[in-house]
């Protein structure tokens, strides 16, 4: 939409009582598939929130309607009190989205990668201190292709942080790390949220989710199933049960008793 056909929102200073993000009632399909009907929640600023599902529950739609790269077929999304399809400019300079790492060429050295991120924002961070971020200082001059595969993981975050974003979104945050590389992209992520940034974590990953997550929701057969703290998911679960369950048990007891006919063909 040109400028002028509606009156362009700002992202404004959030006070106590907003979101970051709301969604409501989205829906996204393609041909043949719902992907996402009747997902909502709410976000707060400043905290990790989780969202967990089987492989296809639609977690990746959903983090990508908030980003603004795919169109919801209905429903509502504001992102800092912004809709992420009229103002996508803005919500892009807002909303850092972890990239996959396999999409940058080999022979692109990390400070390369930084310097070419950093020129898609009007106010990015400076390449060393970002690198610093990230702890990639060492690697600056390093192509990509050599990096390993916690390097590479760390580099998709800087790239995600670049713009300054005041939400990132982190979809599959530590597949294929060693638990050395895992503990220290957790601690970034704890380093990230003692800034202030809220965080959007997409993960399989239970203890993850208890280490990092503040809040999370579970989405299955296209819903969300369960919005809360990983506190709050155990109680839920708890009933009749023993008392030391892991977040793991809770969730698998949780999405056990999800109809999966529930959300097709709507
Ligand atoms: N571009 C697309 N075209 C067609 N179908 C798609 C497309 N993107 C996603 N889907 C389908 O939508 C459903 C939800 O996919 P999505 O990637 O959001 O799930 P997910 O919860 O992120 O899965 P996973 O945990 O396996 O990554 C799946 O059935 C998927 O095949």
Redesign the pocket.
């Known amino acids: 939409m040109s400028p002028g056909t509606h009156r362009q929102q700002a992202a404004r200073p959030l006070g106590p009582r907003d979101a970051a993000v709301t969604v409501r009632e989205l829906r996204?399909t393609?041909?043949?598939?719902v992907?996402?009907d009747h997902v909502s929640f709410s976000i707060r600023p400043g905290e990790v929130f989780c969202i967990l599902?089987?492989?296809?529950?639609?977690?990746?739609?959903?983090v990508?309607c908030i980003a603004g790269t795919l169109k919801p077929d209905s429903g509502r999304i504001k992102v800092l009190g912004i809709d992420p399809i009229r103002e996508r400019q803005q919500v892009r300079e807002q909303v850092g989205y972890q990239l996959q790492s396999a999409v940058l060429p080999a022979a692109l050295r990390v400070e390369e990668a930084v310097r070419l991120f950093a020129s898609f924002y009007s106010r990015p961070v400076s390449v060393g201190d970002l690198l610093t971020t990230v702890g990639l200082e060492d690697q600056r001059r390093r192509a990509f292709g050599k990096l390993s595969g916690g390097e590479k993981q760390r580099l998709s975050i800087g790239l995600a942080l670049v713009g300054s974003p005041r939400i990132v979104v982190l979809?599959?945050l530590t597949t294929g790390l060693d638990p050395q590389g895992r503990r220290s992209v957790w601690q970034l992520i704890e380093r990230l949220k003692g800034r202030g940034v809220t965080i959007i974590l997409?993960s399989?990953h239970l203890d993850e989710v208890q280490r990092l997550g503040d809040r999370l929701a579970i989405?299955a057969a296209g819903r969300t199933q369960f919005v809360g703290t990983p506190v709050e998911l155990r109680r839920a679960t708890s009933a009749g049960s023993d008392s030391d369950r892991t977040l793991e048990d809770a969730y698998l007891a949780f999405v056990d008793d999800v109809d999966p006919r529930e959300g097709t063909g709507s």
């Open positions: 996204k393609f041909p043949g598939v992907a996402v599902g089987p492989n296809g529950a639609g977690k990746t739609t959903t990508e979809d599959e997409v399989h989405i």
